[in-house]
């Protein structure tokens, strides 16, 4: 019984006053208007201005991306190069370290058998003078044995003892 008489209640006061009604209407739409101008319009403003700017952005990051990307493959074929570069140095370093090798040995031996000719050229020189100094000594001792013969007749163990003598006097002057 109370809520049949709450919706009679209701019902009584539910009639329409239709100035009110237009009058709300009318101030909805010129609300509408006002929000249209004032705040939707600015607000939408900047939101397509966040999104061109987010837009840019991304742009912005693709293009960077991709500069990275071609610097990226630029260094690894730069890095490539290089190395080649470096083993084909070090190929030549070798290559020019071994010439050189061959260079120094090729002289060393050369040089030895220089040092070897003029060695035995010199003790050849050396071996014709001492051959010289013992024929003049021999013949220096057989002119002096010569003149000590000749001033006295000796025996044969005399004589033996003479050139022993003289054999001893010779080296003992060298």
């Known amino acids: 019984m109370f809520t049949s008489s709450l919706v009679l209640g209701a019902v009584e006061k539910a009639h329409f006053n239709t100035g009110d009604v237009i009058f ?10 006002l929000l249209k101008k004032f705040a939707w319009g600015p607000l939408m403003g900047i939101m397509k201005q966040r999104e061109e700017h987010i837009v840019s952005e991304i742009n912005a990051a693709e293009e ?31 290559k020019q370290g071994d010439v050189q090798r061959e260079e120094i040995i090729a002289t060393a031996r050369t040089e030895a058998e220089r040092i070897k000719e003029a060695a035995k050229l010199e003790i050849e020189q050396q ?13 220096s001792l057989s002119v002096l044995i010569a003149s ?13 003892k003479l050139i022993n003598e003289y054999i001893q006097e010779a080296g003992e002057e060298r």
């Open 64 to 94: 960077s991306r991709l500069e990275a990307k071609k610097l990226l493959e630029e260094q690894r074929s730069l890095l490539k190069e290089a190395r080649t570069d470096a083993q084909g140095l070090i190929e030549s370093a070798k």
């Open 24 to 33: 709300q209407l009318l101030m909805f739409i010129i609300l509408l208007a």
């Open 127 to 139: 071996k014709e003078k001492a051959v010289a100094a013992i024929r003049e000594q021999v013949a």
């Open 148 to 160: 000590k013969v000749i001033e006295k007749e000796l025996s044969a163990a005399d004589q033996d």
